[in-house]
């Protein structure tokens, strides 16, 4: 289910200010989309990618995973094999607490990534972490099912899908 990705946050805000988290992170953009938006799937790990392959084999299409990565800047969560498997299982979007790497071909996939920096280093394989939790970060309650809208001004999530005002 893609959710329409041509809506602005800003327009988001000026509409519907009340309803909306502001994610206050700095976040990078490593992915080919700028704009997307979607229903909210997590996870929370701590340098340690493997429970992030396998939400990105297993969220449905249209999805935004959401990666808790305690803010970690010592490995990266998502490479290029990763963003790939995201960009072919028709997923909207990978925000990220942590980092990436492979940024040149990131950016060449159809997906929005969203991160805090990059780092050349894999991560650990321990399989470690939680899924499908309310996780909390950039001042957000990021809750499963909820909706992200993200585009060049910052990211804000509602608890409904939002249209924007005529």
């Known amino acids: 289910m893609m959710i329409e990705t041509d809506v602005k946050t800003a327009d988001l805000c000026d509409d519907f200010a009340e309803k909306l988290q502001v994610c206050y992170l700095d976040f990078k953009s490593y992915g080919g989309r700028q704009r997307f938006s979607g229903p909210v799937s997590t996870v929370k790990v701590f340098e340690d990618n493997v429970l992030v392959k396998r939400a990105l084999q297993t969220i449905p299409e249209g999805h935004v995973l959401v990666v808790d990565g305690g803010g970690s800047k010592r490995c990266a969560l998502l490479g290029d094999r990763l963003g790939e498997i995201a ?3 028709k997923l909207s979007g990978i925000i990220i607490n942590g980092c990436v790497r492979d940024t040149a071909e990131l950016a060449e996939l159809n997906i929005g990534v969203l991160a805090l920096g990059s780092n050349p280093l894999k991560s650990i394989k321990r399989g470690e972490g939680e899924e499908n939790i309310p996780v ?6 990021w809750v499963p ?21 005529s």
């Open 87 to 89: 960009e072919e299982r």
């Open 145 to 165: 099912g909820q909706y992200v809208y993200a585009d060049e001004d910052g990211v804000v999530v509602a608890e409904t899908p939002l249209q924007k005002q």
């Open 136 to 141: 909390a970060f950039g001042e957000v309650k």
